[in-house]
């Protein structure tokens, strides 16, 4: 059964970086729009990155220059001067069928991973 199963999240202070990594066991995920997606406490999951078939990116505002995703073995996401406001669950996701206007769009969830931004 194919999954994906994310890593990389933690504890940073307010400036910091941090780069999530999402094990992606399928290439049929790999083909379609993947992408990440964050959850903080209280809030609903929000889309923050996207990625097509053909590696061209979308990021939410907040992420713009702070975030950058890539696909190669692996879905990363790459953090940086990271604010506390950045605090939540991060998922990475699959949509599968659909290979472009990728930007939160997702079928297929992971477990999350914790990242916690302190001032």
């Known amino acids: 059964q194919a999954s994906l199963v994310e890593s990389g999240g933690g504890s940073v202070q307010a400036g910091g970086s941090l780069t999530l990594s999402c094990r992606v066991s399928?290439?049929?995920?790999?083909?379609?729009?993947m992408g990440w997606f964050r959850q903080a406490p209280g809030k609903e999951r929000e889309a923050v990155a996207s990625?097509?078939?053909?590696g061209r990116t979308e990021y939410v505002e907040h992420a713009k220059g702070r975030f950058t995703i890539s696909k190669g073995h692996t879905l990363l996401l790459r953090m940086n001067s990271l604010k506390p406001e950045d605090t939540g669950m991060y998922y990475c996701?699959?949509?599968?069928?659909?290979?472009?206007?990728?930007?939160?769009?997702?079928?297929?969830w992971g477990q999350g991973t914790q990242v916690t931004v302190s001032s």
């Open positions: 996701a699959a949509h599968t069928g659909q290979f472009r206007d990728c930007l939160g769009k997702a079928n297929n």
């Open positions: 399928s290439d049929y995920y790999m083909n379609s729009c």
């Open positions: 990625i097509d078939l053909g």
